[in-house]
């Protein structure tokens, strides 16, 4: 799982945006360390492991089990049907605006 810039602040044209809590951070480092124990069990299979990813289109997480060895998406959720749907209504509020 991939978590970067976290308890910093970072200047972005001129706005800034604001250091996450220090409580956050420990929850994200708890996520962490949780799924990095659920991955040594195997309990997804032996080449499986459990990752978690922002979905660029609609800013939501996805829960995904995939295959370390071909990268292939065993499981998926949100699966990618309610992703598109997710983002097509999104689409649509923006052209309504």
């Known amino acids: 799982m991939e978590i970067s ?6 200047a972005i044209g001129t ?3 604001q250091a996450i ?8 480092r708890e996520v962490v360390q949780a799924v990095k124990a659920l991955n ?4 997804f299979g032996q080449d499986n492991q ?11 997480m996805v829960v995904r089990i995939v295959n370390q060895q071909t990268q ?3 499981a998926q959720i949100p ?3 309610v992703l598109q749907l997710a983002a ?10």
């Open 88 to 97: 097509d209504l999104t689409k649509s509020e923006q052209k309504n605006l």
């Open 15 to 17: 706005e800034v945006m």
């Open 50 to 60: 459990l990752t978690f990813q922002r979905d660029p289109r609609v800013q939501r």
């Open 79 to 81: 699966n990618e049907s």
């Open 21 to 28: 809590p220090a409580e956050r951070v420990a929850q994200h």
């Open 5 to 10: 810039g976290v308890g910093r602040s970072v």
């Open 72 to 74: 292939e998406v065993v």
């Open 40 to 43: 040594r069990t195997e309990m």
